[in-house]
């Protein structure tokens, strides 16, 4: 994987010298579809299925049990919790997890945690793309048990893999998904870190997430200063920056994962909690007793979490299956692919495909890509004036994971 500057994201290169021409890149790569009814029911079998969530077998909310660790992650610092205690217990023997460079803090590497201590170089968001896949190889190649820590995207790609190479699910024991919406370039955090007077090479560290909750974004400089930005100010920022394919995409809660984790947004919890907390959806046996295991020796606090209350403060999960149909037709008229998806969506309102149209014209026009927005302009006008968009043949999306 490498970075496309223009875009601001990672795009797949193919190494001649190295292609066998077995497909396996291609196979894998959820960015042309996904078949979540397949691989729904080979890996999940006849475990209930819900349409917001997925098939799982129990919802929670909870907190990691050390404070400190609580405060300064993302969103109650269960997910580092689970994986510190699966490595402790000998559950695991590393943890495929995601970190920003110490030679380029505003670029992330993933990479196999094997001790604590690695672990905890990880905790917390990084709003921006990440390239999980290219530490497969380690986990293919060295044996062991392993967890794997990604956004919903990412899992589906491990979950096709799996599919293709079988030695790959007796390796990975635990699949973590991170709730997701959207995930947004590489240049909506450097604009937002110029727009503050910083000049994104003084940036010595970044932390997306942490210092409580809903947390702040510290940027520490070489000079020894730092910036501290409240998420909500930063998160409006990013929002323009949304990459392409996110838009496109019909998960949310990682419905192919073993455990899916994310900020829980109850109504009590925005009252009173200011440390963090989170949902937790588990979806396999195995998740569960990892679950209980971390429980037991204190690593994390659970209580059992109503559907009703999850969906409610989660409304964005039925809420990408509602719009996607309206987003994918607007893809359509403006001559772009979409991903194939075999699963069941909803049938969007007439107000969902007029937020669409908006949210796509906020989208370039506040990135500053005014020809993207004229192009756009003109699919309007010939939907208004009840005129089919002209094909124009375009490369498939398989990028931006």
Known sequence: MTTDESRGCFVPQVRREDCRSCELCHG????????FDGLSERFFGDIPYDLALGRYLACYVGHAGNVHLRYNSASGGIVTALLITAL??????????????????????????????????????????????TALREILNVEGRYAVVGLPCHIQGIRK????????????????????????????????????????????????????????????????SATVVPLAEYSRALGPFTLWRCLLCSDMLGELSDLSCGDAWLPELLRTDKAGSSFVISRTPEAEDLLEAAAA??????????????????????????????????????????????????KPTVRDH??????????????????????????????????????IEREAVVHQQ
């Open 28 to 35: 894998a790569c959820p960015g042309h579809g996904v078949d």
């Open 297 to 346: 020796h204190e690593a994390v606090e659970l209580s059992e979490l109503a559907v009703q209350s999850l969906l409610a403060s989660q409304g964005g999960a039925l809420f990408k299956k509602r719009k996607l149909k309206a987003r994918m037709l607007l893809a359509r008229l403006w001559g772009r692919r979409v991903p194939v998806y075999r699963q069941t969506l909803m």
């Open 161 to 224: 893999a799996e599919q293709l190479m079988p030695g790959l699910t007796e390796r990975i024991r635990y699949r973590i998904s991170i709730a997701c919406s959207f995930n947004y370039s590489f240049h909506g955090t450097r604009r937002f870190i110029e727009s503050l007077g910083i000049p994104p090479e003084e940036v010595q560290e970044l932390q997306y997430r942490g210092r409580g909750w809903p947390g702040s974004m510290l940027l520490r400089l070489k000079d020894g």
């Open 354 to 391: 007029v937020n669409m149209l908006k949210l796509f014209i906020a989208r370039y026009a506040l990135s500053g890509n005014h020809r993207i927005l004229r192009r756009l302009l003109r699919v309007v006008r010939r939907v208004r004036h009840g005129k089919r968009a002209e094909p």
């Open 88 to 133: 402790e217990h000998h559950l695991i023997d590393g943890a495929l997890v995601t970190r920003m460079r110490r030679d380029n803090p505003l670029a992330p590497e993933s990479f196999i945690a094997k001790t604590k201590q690695e672990i905890l170089s990880a905790v917390g968001s990084k709003y921006c793309p990440v390239a999980v896949g």
